[in-house]
């Protein structure tokens, strides 16, 4: 079994920056995509970023293309979605995902293999 630990959500200001990471446990996951989902307060869940089991292929959702950069490290089977330019929009519980799937198809997708608990990012004005 695979327990997916998040990290680095927390309160910012707009504009200012977090890094978030995502770490499993219980076993590796090198050959999964893994990505990020988030979920505000009275909203649907929606994806964020997902980047392949290579590293080679990313994906981000429309609101956050250009500020957003997520990445991953193989070798500690680990994956980081740098946040910048947060807007109050961003605000929401952010949920870290690995999946063994079809990679196209994740943005259409709210099944994943594993999920982690989720971290709290709250922009203020």
């Known amino acids: 079994q695979v327990q997916l630990v998040e990290s680095g959500g927390g309160l910012v200001q707009v504009g200012g920056s977090l890094r978030l990471s995502c770490a499993p446990s219980g076993r590796t996951v090198g050959n999964f995509h893994m990505g990020w989902f988030r979920q505000a307060p009275g909203k649907e869940r929606e994806i964020v970023a997902s980047i392949d089991w290579s590293g080679a292929t990313t994906y981000y959702a429309d609101s956050v293309k250009g500020r957003f950069s997520i990445s991953r490290e193989n070798a500690r089977n680990t994956v980081s979605l740098q946040m910048n330019s947060l807007k109050v929009e961003d605000t929401a519980a952010y949920y870290c995902?690995?999946?063994?799937?079809?990679?196209?198809?994740?943005?259409?997708?709210?099944?994943?293999?594993?999920w982690g608990s989720g971290t709290l990012v709250t922009v203020s004005a």
């Open positions: 995902f690995a999946d063994n799937g079809d990679f196209a198809t994740i943005p259409r997708r709210n099944a994943m293999r594993y």
